[in-house]
């Protein structure tokens, strides 16, 4: 056996002394370590020195370098977690605090739903790429409707120039008339007041017959001239008159044409494009209202949340237009049956909304029991196949200082009470049945 030096021999000790201060340090700390941290105990315990040692430390070694690996992964991960969680925090209040156009508000609503989903790298690239078309979409709109107002108010500006003008030169006209006739009057009495002093003075009846007769020649000949000038300046205001008449209709017509477009853009904006059914801004817009309604009048004012049974199954079997053409025959079977107060609405995807005015929860059912009957009989087909296709529904009442969260959240508690108890049905909310989980 070779002599070890002093020193190697120190170090010896202050190693065995680390690997023992190390063993209870680690006892605990992670499960890879346990198996490798009670195999050196058991070789320390049976007086291994550091040489027999070396294979189970090489093994800790290589267990801590892979724990350290799997923690600054988790630490990446996490950040990069973080740092999506932040970014898309940023984009819902850059879409909060930007002023969206009515025909974009449902894009906003669909994506800031999305923001709140669990997503994966892809998804979150996704939504990335929707937020940043969107915003360029929104720019774009604006650009241009902001061109279309420039050009409005340019030409509208040019209209009402070339109107004040022909007011002005109507306004000359009248004033020169007024002018005119002023000194017409004056020359008339300064006529009158010769022939007068003539007839004073004359002596021989033809020698006044001859003055007056001049006189009143001459003022025959102004008031024929003054009678064609206004006759010109009236025929010219007249004129103006009807370039005004011409130039206001236009404007009219354009300034109609501009509120028409608007018109259907809120329209528009506010309808679900595919069922033709207002969408989920118009309703709440109208929930809004009736709820108010609601309160002010102390009348009953029901809320029903209908969703399509399996409709993703029919989505698979039978292709995405079969979807389209169900979600199309729904939304017209339940405009169809109920009653012109009643407010139907595409709220999104498979569901629907009704809000029902002056009827409480149990005349909504009655209602709700007959249309989802007409549904399960309407004989619903895909290319001569039928299709079997059933609805259920929750229904909510509002009550006093309700607000309308409130109901929504109790009809959709129904509707999932409806589901869970084998669909095809309409249920009230507490009309009986456990609450559904949140």
Same mark, same amino acid.
């Given at each position: 056996?070779?002599?070890?030096?002093?020193?190697?021999?120190?170090?010896?000790?202050?190693?065995?002394?680390?690997?023992?201060?190390?063993?209870?340090?680690?006892?605990?700390?992670?499960?890879?370590?346990?198996?490798?941290?009670?195999?050196?105990?058991?070789?320390?315990?049976?007086?291994?020195?550091?040489?027999?040692?070396?294979?189970?430390?090489?093994?800790?070694?290589?267990?801590?370098?892979?724990?350290?690996?799997?923690?600054?992964?988790?630490? /990446?991960?996490?950040?990069?977690?973080?740092?999506?969680?932040?970014?898309?925090?940023?984009?819902?209040?850059?879409?909060?605090?930007? /002023?969206?156009?009515?025909?974009?508000?449902?894009?906003?609503?669909?994506?800031?739903?999305?923001?709140?989903?669990?997503?994966?790298?892809?998804?979150?690239?996704?939504?990335?790429?929707?937020?940043?078309?969107?915003?360029?979409?929104?720019?774009?709109?604006?650009?241009?409707?902001?061109?279309?107002?420039?050009?409005?108010?340019?030409?509208?500006?040019?209209?009402?120039?070339?109107?004040?003008?022909?007011?002005?030169?109507?306004?000359?006209?009248?004033?020169?008339?007024?002018?005119?006739?002023?000194?017409?009057?004056?020359?008339?009495?300064?006529?009158?007041?010769?022939?007068?002093?003539?007839?004073?003075?004359?002596?021989?009846?033809?020698?006044?017959?001859?003055?007056?007769?001049?006189?009143?020649?001459?003022?025959?000949?102004?008031?024929?001239?003054?009678?064609?000038?206004?006759?010109?300046?009236?025929?010219?205001?007249?004129?103006?008159?009807?370039?005004?008449?011409?130039?206001?209709?236009?404007?009219?017509?354009?300034?109609?044409?501009?509120?028409?477009?608007?018109?259907?853009?809120?329209?528009?904006?506010?309808?679900?494009?595919?069922?033709?059914?207002?969408?989920?801004?118009?309703?709440?817009?109208?929930?809004?209202?009736?709820?108010?309604?609601?309160?002010?009048?102390?009348?009953?004012?029901?809320?029903?949340?209908?969703?399509?049974?399996?409709?993703?199954?029919?989505?698979?079997?039978?292709?995405?237009?079969?979807?389209?053409?169900?979600?199309?025959?729904?939304?017209?079977?339940?405009?169809?049956?109920?009653?012109?107060?009643?407010?139907?609405?595409?709220?999104?995807?498979?569901?629907?909304?009704?809000?029902?005015?002056?009827?409480?929860?149990?005349?909504?059912?009655?209602?709700?029991?007959?249309?989802?009957?007409?549904?399960?009989?309407?004989?619903?087909?895909?290319?001569?196949?039928?299709?079997?296709?059933?609805?259920?529904?929750?229904?909510?009442?509002?009550?006093?200082?309700?607000?309308?969260?409130?109901?929504?959240?109790?009809?959709?508690?129904?509707?999932?009470?409806?589901?869970?108890?084998?669909?095809?049905?309409?249920?009230?909310?507490?009309?009986?049945?456990?609450?559904?989980?949140?």
């Amino acid at each position: 056996m070779k002599n070890t030096s002093p020193k190697t021999a120190e170090l010896g000790k202050l190693l065995y002394k680390l690997v023992i201060q190390f063993l209870i340090f680690s006892k605990g700390q992670h499960k890879l370590l346990e198996p490798h941290l009670l195999q050196v105990s058991k070789q320390l315990k049976a007086g291994g020195n550091l040489g027999e040692l070396t294979q189970e430390l090489q093994a800790i070694s290589k267990t801590l370098l892979h724990i350290s690996k799997q923690e600054q992964s988790k630490k /990446s991960g996490s950040d990069q977690m973080s740092q999506n969680a932040y970014l898309l925090q940023q984009i819902d209040q850059l879409l909060t605090d930007t /002023s969206v156009p009515l025909k974009f508000q449902q894009h906003k609503v669909a994506l800031r739903r999305k923001f709140k989903a669990e997503l994966d790298d892809e998804a979150f690239n996704q939504i990335i790429d929707l937020a940043v078309a969107l915003l360029c979409d929104i720019r774009d709109y604006t650009v241009s409707e902001q061109k279309d107002i420039d050009v409005f108010l340019t030409d509208l500006t040019d209209q009402l120039s070339e109107i004040e003008q022909h007011a002005e030169q109507v306004g000359q006209s009248t004033r020169l008339s007024m002018d005119h006739r002023e000194e017409l009057n004056s020359e008339i009495n300064l006529r009158l007041d010769d022939i007068k002093g003539h007839a004073n003075q004359a002596q021989e009846l033809s020698a006044l017959k001859a003055v007056t007769t001049e006189h009143l020649e001459r003022l025959m000949a102004q008031l024929l001239a003054y009678k064609q000038s206004e006759d010109e300046r009236q025929q010219h205001a007249e004129r103006q008159i009807a370039m005004m008449t011409l130039k206001l209709q236009a404007l009219e017509m354009e300034t109609e044409a501009l509120r028409s477009k608007l018109r259907v853009e809120h329209d528009r904006a506010l309808c679900d494009a595919l069922t033709g059914l207002p969408n989920r801004l118009a309703y709440e817009d109208r929930i809004e209202m009736e709820a108010n309604r609601c309160r002010r009048y102390r009348n009953p004012l029901a809320l029903i949340i209908w969703d399509i049974d399996y409709f993703k199954r029919i989505n698979d079997n039978y292709g995405h237009k079969a979807g389209d053409k169900t979600l199309v025959l729904v939304g017209q079977l339940l405009k169809n049956n109920c009653r012109e107060t009643d407010f139907v609405a595409r709220y999104g995807g498979e569901e629907f909304l009704m809000l029902l005015p002056n009827t409480d929860a149990e005349e909504a059912l009655v209602m709700a029991e007959s249309i989802r009957d007409t549904i399960e009989n309407c004989g619903f087909n895909h290319n001569g196949e039928s299709v079997n296709l059933t609805i259920c529904c929750g229904i909510s009442e509002f009550a006093d200082n309700d607000q309308h969260d409130d109901v929504f959240m109790r009809a959709d508690m129904a509707l999932y009470q409806a589901k869970e108890s084998g669909r095809n049905r309409c249920l009230i909310y507490g009309s009986g049945f456990a609450q559904a989980p949140i």
